[in-house]
């Protein structure tokens, strides 16, 4: 990190709320349902798949899971009655993981039987390396009543190769991501390179099994290497999807679009808009370089 970026980093929480909502705005589709609902209307008339995430992880009080649970179903039934072409994913934190295991696992459970009860798919996002292994056991569970569920890998931990094979011997549905939790390096690789083909070894992996793929990043070199081993295997576009967050990368989204590959955005909303803006800045160093260029009107 650079010392403006460090700078930055330490100095975000004196920024006003109104900037930092000005800066999330383009990354955040807003407070409401509603306000997300406009954003995968329009994803969907730009050929883009969407996935919903109601933001609030990390919750200290297991009461703040109904909230987080009726808003889940509230947008699958949205989606469902105005057709969209959306998922959701869910961070099993903001259901109590941290807090208590088994009212977690109630609690996602009512989100996947009201999923599976409209055709819907659940994505189980992943978060810090504290709760990699009992995500995944959760996964692993819901796996054994559905197939609408799927899981996400981390390229930069180390244990994550080891993961991606368990999940290829279970034909598991995956996205691999790079990842974006700060972690020590005894836990996660350090190096971009190392990551990048640690990225990429996951991935074939999981193509050559048979899995599908969400590939999920904004690095043209990976979206190329992506691209050769989807072409070496002669993957039907059914087999995988491309994966962005809302506002990153919109030239190589519509690049990809064009060229006829499935691609899904990530579409985060919710009243904790704040705390998860706040974090992603912290958890992303570099990004606070881009704060200075977009209050100056550069852009991002």
């Known amino acids: ?8 980093v330490k100095s975000l929480p004196l920024v006003p709320k109104p900037l930092v909502r000005r800066f999330a705005s383009r990354y955040v589709a807003g407070e409401t349902l509603a306000q997300a609902l406009q954003v995968v209307r329009r994803l969907n008339a730009e050929k883009c798949m969407a996935t919903l995430d109601v933001l609030g992880e990390d919750i200290l009080e297991l009461s703040e899971t109904e909230t987080t649970v009726v808003e889940y179903q509230n947008a ?27 009212a977690c696992r109630r609690q996602f459970q ?51 190769r080891e993961d991606a094979q368990r999940a290829a011997d279970a034909k598991a549905n995956v996205r691999v991501c790079k990842g974006i939790y700060v972690e020590p390096p005894e836990v996660a690789l350090q190096g971009r390179e190392e990551i990048r083909n640690n990225y990429s070894q996951m991935v074939d992996t999981l193509l050559e099994a048979g899995c599908y793929v969400g590939i999920a990043t904004h690095d043209p070199v990976l979206v190329e290497r992506a691209l050769a081993t989807i072409q070496r295997l002669q993957l039907r576009r059914e087999a995988y999807e491309f994966q962005m967050l809302l506002g990153v ?14 691609l899904r955005v990530y579409v985060p909303y919710g009243v904790s808009w704040y705390g998860y803006s706040m974090r992603r800045l912290k958890e992303n160093p570099a990004i606070a370089g881009h704060i200075v260029k977009g209050l100056f009107g550069s852009g991002l």
């Open 249 to 262: 990368a919109g030239d190589l989204r519509r690049r990809l679009v064009a060229a006829g590959h499935r």
């Open 76 to 102: 699958l039934e949205a989606i469902a009655k105005n057709g969209l072409d959306s998922n959701i994913s869910v961070k099993l934190t903001a259901l109590g993981l941290k807090l208590d295991d088994a």
């Open 110 to 160: 009512r989100i996947l039987e009201n999923a599976g009860a409209r055709g819907n798919f659940v994505r189980i996002d992943m978060e810090d390396s504290s709760v990699t292994e009992e995500t995944i056991r959760v996964y692993f569970d819901a796996r054994r009543a559905t197939e609408r569920v799927g899981l996400v890998l981390q390229a930069y931990l180390h244990r994550s």
């Open 1 to 8: 990190m650079n010392l403006v970026n460090q700078l930055i």
